[in-house]
Every structure is written in C-alpha cells, then in structure tokens.
C-alpha cells in the first residue's frame, strides 16, 4: 500500500485537511448574501476523512477512482464558493489562506486519480498477457 504514489498524495491531503482544520482562521461569511452557507471546518473534516477512506480503499481502483472524482467536484465547488467570497469582501487575508487548502488538495487529488488510473491500465495489460 506505501509503496504505491496516490497513497503518498491521499495521505497529503488528509494531512493538508487535518492541519487547516485545526489552524485555519474561521471566515466571517456574513456579509455574502447567498442563501446557502456551508460551514467550511466541517468540510475539511469531509475532505480529510473521504481522502482516508480512499486510501484505505488500495484495492479496489475503480471505486477509489469514483471517490476520488466525487472529491475532486467537492473541492471545485468549495473553490468557486471562496474566490466568489474573495472577490466580494475588503479583507483578503482569511480568503487567501483558505483557498489553499482547496488547491493544494485539487492538484494532489488530480495527481492521485493520475496514478490509479495508471495503476488500472497496468493490471488490464497484464490481465490481457494471461
């Protein structure tokens, strides 16, 4: 399971998750005036947990692999919500720091879901050699 790069990149952003959630600045998203709020310490829970889970998931590569896009269109969405705060708010600094997170974890999540589909094709040409 170590040996393998998307458990090195999952265990990087659970560890990314983990840390903004005890570290990041709470955002004052009172003065957006959208209906929906999503409270974002628990979306790092979310984000640390699912990325967990798929690691634990080695495997089965076409369930991580399903994970990991349902993860990747979660961290789309929580980045457009902030660069939307980010352009409508004075005080840059907590948005700034809070799109971070979203990016760093989209650039591994993207790097992972490289990898196990690597992984997959390896397995299917070594299938088709039997």
């Known amino acids: 399971m170590i040996q393998r790069i998307q458990t090195v990149f999952l265990l990087l952003i659970s560890i990314a998750s983990g840390f903004g959630y005890f570290f990041l600045?709470?955002?004052?998203?009172s003065y957006l005036e959208s209906a929906v709020?999503?409270?974002l310490k628990s979306y790092?829970?979310?984000?640390a947990s699912t990325a967990f889970l798929t690691l634990l998931l080695f495997k089965n590569r076409k369930i991580q692999l399903m994970i990991n896009l349902i993860h990747l269109i979660i961290h789309v969405?929580?980045?457009?919500?902030?660069?939307?705060?980010?352009?409508n708010t004075v005080d840059l600094?907590?948005?700034?720091?809070?799109?971070?997170?979203?990016?760093?974890s989209l650039i591994l999540l993207i790097l992972s879901s490289m990898s196990i589909r690597k992984d997959e094709d390896l397995i299917?040409?070594?299938?088709r050699l039997r």
Do not use: E, K, Q
């Not at 790092?44 to 984000?47: A, Y």
């Not at 299917?124 to 299938?127: E, F």
């Open 77 to 87: 969405a929580l980045a457009v919500f902030l660069i939307y705060g980010l352009f």
């Open 25 to 29: 600045p709470t955002l004052d998203l």
């Open 93 to 104: 600094n907590p948005f700034l720091v809070w799109l971070m997170v979203p990016f760093l």
């Open 124 to 127: 299917r040409s070594i299938d």
């Open 37 to 39: 709020s999503i409270p």
């Open 44 to 47: 790092l829970i979310l984000s």
